[in-house]
């Protein structure tokens, strides 16, 4: 069992940053991918930014290609996702995610198993 809890959201003027910590319980942190999504009322969970367990492959989704780093520190069992240069259209709830099983692709929210409760980020002037 993990549980996943994410801090670091806030109301940031466009052309800001910020960046987002989620940290996990239990001792099998390393074991896991781990996913960064957002959703916005009314529309479906949105892949943002992945990682491997080991850390050596990542992957972003075009629109925030660039502009976001995704991060772990497995030594504090945390993930990160540094957003930078901020827009108006990433404001949604992020969650990020954790996935034992290399069943589905990494972009997808079905590889997932835990889920944090999420944490909100508005870009607006």
């Known amino acids: 069992q993990v549980q996943l809890v994410e801090s670091g959201g806030g109301l940031v003027q466009p052309g800001g940053s910020l960046r987002l910590s989620c940290a996990a319980s239990?001792?099998?942190?390393?074991?896991?991918?781990m996913g960064w999504f957002r959703q916005v009322p009314g529309k479906e969970r949105e892949f943002v930014a992945a990682m491997s367990r080991s850390g050596d492959f990542k992957k972003y989704a075009d629109s925030v290609k660039g502009r976001f780093t995704i991060s772990r520190d497995d030594a504090k069992n945390t993930v990160y996702l540094q957003m930078n240069s901020l827009k108006s259209e990433d404001t949604a709830v992020y969650y990020c995610?954790?996935?034992?099983?290399?069943?589905?692709?990494?972009?997808?929210?079905?590889?997932?198993?835990?889920w944090g409760q999420g944490t909100q980020v508005t870009v607006s002037s």
């Open positions: 239990g001792r099998t942190f390393s074991s896991y991918a």
């Open positions: 995610a954790a996935g034992l099983y290399q069943t589905k692709s990494i972009t997808s929210t079905e590889r997932y198993d835990y």
